[in-house]
């Protein structure tokens, strides 16, 4: 049989291949040589043939009959042979195939080589693709490799012992007497691979980290090596960009990050090595910059100084300025995730910040976004708004929806004045309106109807906005609802905040006629301004004309127009008289909407939530909103409740979900034999024995026997601890007051947190607002939330609870059933 040709000879005639049907036709000629070689087995070639059928693979043709030929290669007792041999074992074989459990005597005899790179090429295999079985056969092998002499064979058994470790954890422990001279050695490549061998033993078991901590104290040996490093002169093996080894000194800053984290002594002894670092390092060169953000990373994470906080800072600030794209949005990215706890000092970069919305790059844009409205607060709100209103009239269609959230966010929490706070609202509805969340237009809505002197100037500011633009939806709905409640003070020109226009009734009926046959109405803009005709029917004196528009769309084909229309025309026929007799015993039709309450007082200290947003509330026991009903009405609601058995919770808050968010827990939580006691769902309003805030008003709220009842772990998975903390209510002792505390001990906050809780219909069960709906990270603090729980029969407490939140962007949901109460909580 001739011989095969040589590698380059391939590669040069398939680069001469004008298509990929005649690339495709030489690769199958070869491959078909290839194969009737190895039936002959022909020794001779090989290796040759292997190095071929290599490149292919690289080419992403099938290679997989070439595996036992590696095989056969790492077992010949040549050294080309063998590294052919090991490379292609790399390449073809993964754990997945039995295959390569045939190397493992093989390998094994290749560590004890007396050749160190024969043994470097086995330590190399096995470190890339080797099995847990692998790795459990040769640890010990790789383990004394790790204390050679040889720096040739102690770097790559440091990076093999990496592999075995995260292939079998129980291991760690084998390696660990071998660690304990790694960081001696002069030589940089043992350096680097040991920092990489010390980080996973730390980060892969709490004990490494303290033994590494407290016992062989890792962090000054940490800090002589980078120490030397910093003021170390030219060496021209390990110079990068005039910066001595930035490999190593970025290794040994994420072991100092993983060592001083939540560790007062470990982040003391390193503070003045990161503040050298962060001083002395140039930043004209790339490299600079990568050892300076990893600094800055480093300095955050632990518990640093003040002073070495704001240094980061300020660096973080320099690098805003830089004319890299990826540098800037480095530091946009970590600015975000210091602005919570180092407030003041993102804001002396403030100005730079707003600059970056202004960059063509969309990633950056959006990061700059996402950091300016962090800054915004009671000081700033003025200046911040008029920016990012700007922002928001010149961006791009995806950034219009996250933008106009945030400035309802910001606008809601932060407002100076209700003046301010409305045109701001129409200012976005005007210019990206059609971008906005669905729940904008009941939060305008609640915000307009409670500022009661802003009536008239906020229809009529509504009013001239419908007569420009009728195109975003949300505007139309809100201006459709106000001209409906408020439409008799812009036809009366009661405006006093600006000049008032002259409206006749007529006008503002043929605008809103209008919405209801435009191309650009939605039906449920349709239906606000069906609503809206409605009620003007009993603040205008045009009701023939109102009549008529209202029977014509009771022949509808949209059935939600048709089914409005037909009510509002019974409303017409059956109670016309209601209308104008002021001496009615009941309420007049159509009456105008009464103050909408955001706040409810729920004990000592009550959390009001807005859009996601906290503010603390003042509490007022005294004067709890109670909604009743004649008993006729209550008996047949319970009627078709089915029977007697539902007993109600007690809300003090306004729900923050809809009644069928309730209904969904009530079926997921089965079997518990609810009373419908199920917080936060609506409340069944029924007439009800003086409950949970009785009389507390002037009584203290809590006895001292608290201290006799232990607390209790509820709830520990994922990261998330749910713990109880028990006191008695006082003059009641048949009231339990538990308070929740949610903590998070992962790397990510745990946002949109919501717990729920109900009970067997034995109790009675009262939940509070709480304390935030955000877990922060890293056990930085806790959420906290009271329950109160009436227990008249002194029966055994028994509690499941429905825990929803989203982690690193992903909605978590789960129950969990508590049974285990200290029987001091319930006796």
Same mark, same amino acid.
């Given at each position: ?10 590669? $040069? ?52 009959? &070439? ?17 052919? &041999? ?102 940089? &490549? ?42 170390? %002169? ?113 804001? $002396? ?312 968010? %309730? ?31 009785? %009389? ?91 329950? $109160? ?39």
């Amino acid at each position: 049989m001739p011989a095969p040709i040589r590698l380059r000879e391939l590669i $040069r005639t398939i680069r001469t291949a004008r298509t990929q049907a005649e690339e495709r036709e030489m690769i199958q000629k070869e491959c078909a040589a290839i194969r009737s070689s190895f039936r002959e087995e022909d020794n001779t070639y090989r290796c040759r043939n292997v190095a071929k059928l290599l490149y292919m693979h690289m080419l992403g043709y099938p290679a997989h009959f &070439g595996q036992l030929e590696c095989l056969k290669l790492i077992a010949s007792q040549k050294f080309t042979d063998k590294r052919i &041999g090991y490379l292609g074992a790399m390449l073809l074989l993964d754990e997945r195939q039995d295959v390569h459990l045939l190397m493992t005597n093989c390998i094994k005899n290749d560590l004890n080589h007396s050749t160190q790179y024969v043994q470097g090429l086995a330590l190399c295999t096995l470190g890339c693709m080797g099995s847990s079985e692998m790795c459990r056969d040769l640890a010990g092998e790789v383990e004394k490799l790790l204390k050679t002499s040889n720096s040739y064979l102690r770097k790559k058994a440091a990076l093999c012992a990496v592999h075995v470790i995260r292939k079998v954890p129980e291991l760690m422990e084998m390696f660990l007497p071998a660690t304990k001279n790694l960081l001696s050695e002069k030589n940089h &490549g043992v350096l680097h691979t040991s920092v990489v061998l010390l980080t996973e033993m730390c980060e892969r078991s709490p004990d490494m980290l303290l033994h590494f901590r407290k016992v062989c104290l890792l962090v000054p040996q940490l800090v002589r090596i980078l120490k030397n490093l910093i003021m170390s %002169g030219y060496s021209p093996e390990h110079d990068v960009s005039g910066i001595s080894d930035p490999f190593l000194q970025v290794r040994i800053l994420r072991l100092l990050r993983i060592l001083g984290r939540s560790d007062d002594d470990s982040s003391e002894a390193m503070n003045d090595i990161l503040a050298q670092v962060a001083t002395n390092t140039e930043t004209s060169k790339n490299v600079g910059n990568a050892i300076l953000y990893e600094t800055v990373l480093t300095i955050m994470d632990i518990k640093s100084e003040s002073g070495l906080r704001v240094l980061a800072i300020n660096i973080l600030g320099r690098f805003l300025l830089n004319n890299d794209k990826n540098i800037r949005y480095v530091a946009l990215t970590s600015l975000l995730k210091t602005v919570q706890t180092d407030h003041n000092a993102v804001q $002396r970069h403030r100005s730079t910040i707003v600059d970056c919305l202004k960059d063509l790059d969309v990633s950056i844009k959006r990061r700059a976004m996402e950091l300016s409205f962090a800054l915004v607060n009671g000081n700033n709100i003025r200046g911040m708004m008029k920016e990012l209103l700007y922002f928001l009239d010149s961006c791009d269609p995806e950034f219009k929806a996250d933008c106009a959230s945030g400035v309802f966010l910001a606008a809601e929490k932060y407002a100076p004045s209700k003046r301010w706070h409305i045109d701001t609202i129409m200012r976005v509805l005007t210019t990206a309106g059609s971008y906005v969340r669905d729940d904008s237009v009941p939060n305008l809505i609640q915000l307009i109807t409670n500022s009661v002197e802003m009536h008239a100037y906020t229809v009529q500011r509504l009013y001239k906005a419908l007569l420009d633009d009728i195109s975003q939806q949300p505007l139309v709905q809100v201006s459709s609802w106000c001209i409906g409640e408020y439409g008799d003070l812009l036809v009366s020109g009661q405006c006093e905040e600006e000049e008032p226009i002259q409206v006749t009734e007529d006008e503002v009926l043929d605008v809103l006629e209008g919405l209801l046959v435009s191309n650009l109405s939605t039906p449920v803009t349709r239906g606000y301004s069906l609503t809206a005709i409605m009620k003007l029917s009993t603040r205008f004196s045009s009701i023939n004309r109102i009549k008529k528009v209202v029977s014509i769309y009771g022949s509808s084909i949209d059935v939600e127009l048709q089914q409005r229309a037909v009510e509002y025309n019974a409303l017409f026929k059956k109670y016309d008289h209601m209308r104008n007799d002021w001496y009615f015993p009941l309420p007049a039709l159509l009456e105008r909407m009464p103050i909408m309450e955001k706040t409810a007082s729920n004990g000592p200290t009550e959390i009001m939530q807005t859009n996601g947003e906290t503010e603390p509330s003042v509490p007022d026991t005294k004067h709890l909103p109670l909604v009743t009903q004649p008993a006729n009405q209550a008996n047949d609601l319970l009627d078709l409740l089915g029977g007697n058995d539902v007993v109600p919770v007690i809300q003090t808050t306004l729900p923050t979900k809809p009644a069928s968010a %309730g209904g969904e827990l009530l079926d997921l939580l089965g079997d518990l034999s609810l009373s419908g006691g199920l917080a936060p769902a609506p409340s069944v309003p029924v007439s009800q024995p003086p409950f949970l805030l009785d %009389g507390l008003s002037s009584q203290p709220l809590f006895n001292d026997t608290s201290a006799a009842i232990p607390p209790m772990t509820a709830y520990s998975k994922n990261g998330l601890k749910i713990e109880f903390t028990f006191e008695r209510a006082n003059p009641n002792p048949n009231i339990a007051v538990i308070t929740i505390h949610a903590t998070n001990t992962t790397e990510a906050d745990m946002t949109e947190f919501v717990f729920q809780a109900a009970v067997p219909k034995t109790f009675q069960l009262q939940l509070l607002s709480p304390s935030s709906n955000i877990v922060p990270a890293l056990n930085q603090g806790s959420v906290t939330q009271v329950i $109160r729980v009436l227990n008249p029969q002194k029966q055994q407490l028994r509690m499941r609870v429905k825990l929803t939140y989203t982690h690193k962007g992903s909605p978590v949901q789960d129950l969990a059933e508590v049974n285990n109460f200290p029987p001091q909580s319930w006796q």
